[in-house]
């Protein structure tokens, strides 16, 4: 009973994305960085970086405040989200729209380590590039969770 | 007659130079808002008086941050909020243990 369910719902939503895609209209979704993304996190090696000689007032003095930071402070998280561009494909009715669609976006994230005086202990530095669905309809929408959190360390 | 301007045209330019007004927006910041900042003689309690409370505080407070923008007036302080939206500087102060302003940078965390 409970099987048959679930696969009656899986169809729906097989149905419902494939009539999205077939009798919808396609918007294309700019490359770009996410509104609430900061945009100097480098991708290539921070060579102004020293292990066992940087300290923590350093790093902030160059990259400002950080997107999050360890309970007792022993590390500071920076963070970007690019959107190299997606797709939606949107289907309007009634005076309403259902849209669903996908984005790629590229996780940039650095991880800085400090030891107990302050000075840099590691640096870790992590890239993830992946594909995100988007689904709307009327006024309220969902974007499958970030591949890659940019505050933490997780 | 030819050429002369009734009243009514008169009073809806009047009307529409009002509401044409209303559209321009006057802008937030100050010109001055930062320029109070030297190092090695403001103080933690002088960047408070003028600024607020900080972002984000850094070694017991040693070190604060603080969140802007700008536009045709200068900057402007940003409320807090998860993540950078509307964020285009992060103002950084890093104070000795006197609470005298040692470093401070003012990092551009997005693209102008």
């Known amino acids: 009973m409970v099987a048959r369910t679930a696969r009656g719902v899986l169809r729906c939503g097989a149905l419902l994305a494939a009539t999205l895609v077939l009798a919808g209209c396609p918007i294309p979704l700019p490359a770009g960085y996410e509104a609430s993304s900061r945009e100097n996190v480098p991708a290539e090696p921070l060579d102004w970086i020293t292990v066992g000689a940087t300290t923590r007032e350093d790093v902030l003095l160059k990259l400002g405040e950080a997107d999050g930071e360890a309970p007792d402070g022993s590390w500071l998280a920076y963070g970007s989200a690019y959107s190299k561009g997606g797709v939606v494909f949107v289907l309007f009715a009634g005076g309403s729209a259902a849209g669903a669609g996908s984005e790629r976006i590229e996780y940039r994230r650095l991880i800085v380590s400090f030891d107990d005086r302050g000075v840099v202990s590691a640096i870790d530095a992590v890239s993830r590039d992946c594909w995100e669905a988007i689904v709307g309809m009327g006024s309220s929408g969902a974007q499958s969770p970030p591949c890659l959190k940019v505050d933490s360390r997780e | 007659m030819g050429g002369e301007v009734t009243g009514l045209p008169r009073r809806a330019s009047a009307l529409i130079l009002v509401l044409l007004g209303a559209c321009a927006s ?65 103002l950084v102060l890093a104070f000795d243990d006197e609470g005298l302003l040692r470093r401070h940078s003012l990092v551009a965390i997005k693209a102008p």
């Open chain 2, 26 to 90: 006057t802008p937030f910041g100050q010109p001055d808002l930062l320029t109070f900042i030297q190092d090695d003689q403001t103080t933690r309690e002088q960047v408070f008086l003028a600024l607020g409370e900080p972002s984000a505080t850094y070694e017991n407070g040693r070190i604060l941050t603080f969140r802007l923008a700008r536009d045709e007036g200068g900057y402007f302080l940003v409320e807090k909020a998860p993540g950078f939206r509307s964020v285009k500087y992060s």
